[in-house]
C-alpha cells in the first residue's frame, strides 16, 4: 500500500518551482501573513476566492475538507480501492477534489488534484474567509520555507545549495541535518537528558509531546525507577547545545505497533521503527514560537535562531 501511495504522491505533488537563481541569497517567491490565534492558519486562493489552510507540519498529505469541497464546487472523483488504497486515521481517503491552481501569496503551484479528506470538518469561516482544508509538506517540501511563528511569517523560496543565506546573515544561528520520509516527513534529531531522540515539528499541537515510553526509557537510564505522569519540563538541545529550550512536553500514550530503539540510526538517536511517521518527541507551537526557522530541502539542512533575533 506504501508502494502505490508514494507512487500517487511523486506524480502528483510536483510543483511549479521558479528557476534556481545563480546568486545568493536565493529570491522569495512568496511571503504571507500567518494567523496563529490556535492553529496556524495560511492565506491562500483557491478556485480564485481567499481561503485558509491550516499548516501541518507534521503531516505529509494536503487535503481538502468535504464541506470547502461542496462549497467551492469542485469536481470531485471516486478513487477505486483496487488502484489506490491509502489511509488516514484508518479510514480510507475516497474521493480526489480538482480545482484551479492553488496559490500561496504570489506563488501558484502547478498542482490542481487534491485528496478529500475523509473525515468531517465543521464550516467555519475566520476574517471572511473559509478553513477549505490542510497544507501538509508534501506541497511545501520541492521548496526552501522559513518559518516564524513568533512573527507570524511563512516565506517560500526557490530550493537552494545557499539557502541559509536567505534569512541567517547573523551569526547566531545553528544549523542541523534534517531528514525526509518517502512521501515528505520531516524530522531531524533533539537532545533531553542527553539522550538523542528522532524528533519532528507538530503546528497543528498547541504543546510538545513525547510517548510515556520514551520518558519512562530516559528515567531508567537517569536511575530513577518511575515515569511521572501528564507532563515534564526538560530542556531541549538543538544541534548538539548551539540552542536549548525549555519546553513543558505532554507525556502520551505510546503509538501502536511501534518499538522502541536505536537500531539503524547512525547517530544513535532513539527512533521508533516497525510504523511510519511517529517519533519519540514532537515540537508543538508553545516550543516553536520561541524559533525562527529556515528549512533548506535541497542542502537537507534546518537553520535555526531565536525567535527574538531578526
Avoid at 128 to 149: C, H, I, Q
Wanted: one cysteine or more; hydrophobic letters at 40%; glycine letters at 8%.
Amino acid at each position: 500500500m506504501l508502494g502505490a501511495a508514494l507512487s500517487f504522491l511523486l506524480l502528483q505533488a510536483t510543483a511549479t518551482l521558479a528557476k534556481e537563481s545563480r546568486s545568493c541569497p536565493p529570491k522569495p517567491l512568496a511571503s504571507v501573513s500567518l494567523t496563529v490565534d490556535g492553529p496556524v492558519l495560511v492565506p491562500v486562493t483557491l478556485q480564485g476566492q481567499p481561503a485558509w489552510m491550516i499548516l501541518q507540519t507534521e503531516a505529509s498529505v494536503t487535503l481538502i475538507y468535504s464541506n470547502a469541497a461542496a462549497a467551492l464546487h469542485l469536481s470531485t472523483q471516486t478513487i477505486e480501492k483496487d488502484n489506490f488504497d491509502f489511509r488516514l486515521g484508518g479510514r480510507r481517503v475516497t474521493q480526489l477534489a480538482s480545482l484551479e491552481p492553488l496559490a500561496i501569496g504570489e506563488l501558484s503551484v502547478s498542482r490542481t488534484r487534491f485528496m478529500v479528506d475523509p473525515f468531517p470538518h465543521d464550516s467555519q469561516v475566520y476574517a471572511g474567509r473559509m478553513v477549505a482544508g490542510s497544507l501538509a509538506m508534501d506541497l511545501l517540501w520541492p521548496y526552501d520555507m522559513e518559518l516564524d511563528l513568533a512573527h507570524k511569517k511563512l516565506v517560500l523560496y526557490a530550493a537552494s545549495s545557499c539557502g541559509g543565506q536567505a534569512v541567517y546573515g547573523t551569526q547566531h544561528h545553528g544549523r542541523m541535518p534534517m531528514s525526509f520520509t518517502a512521501i515528505g516527513n520531516v524530522y531531524f534529531t533533539a537532545e533531553i537528558d542527553g539522550k538523542k531522540l528522532e524528533s519532528s515539528i507538530a503546528t497543528s499541537a498547541e504543546s510538545s509531546a513525547m510517548s510515556v515510553d520514551v520518558s519512562r526509557r530516559l528515567l531508567l537510564e537517569e536511575g530513577q525507577q518511575s515515569s511521572p505522569d501528564g507532563s515534564v519540563t526538560k530542556i531541549i538541545k538543538l544541534a548538539s547545545g548551539d540552542l536549548v529550550i525549555p519546553a513543558t512536553i505532554q507525556l502520551i500514550k505510546p503509538p501502536e505497533g511501534c518499538t522502541l530503539g536505536t537500531s539503524g540510526n547512525p547517530d544513535g538517536a532513539l527512533g521508533y521503527s516497525g510504523c511510519y511517521g511517529r517519533y519519540p518527541l514532537v515540537l508543538g507551537r508553545q516550543a516553536l514560537r520561541k524559533l525562527h526557522l529556515y528549512f533548506a530541502s535541497k542542502e537537507r539542512l534546518l537553520y535555526f535562531t531565536p525567535a527574538e533575533i531578526q
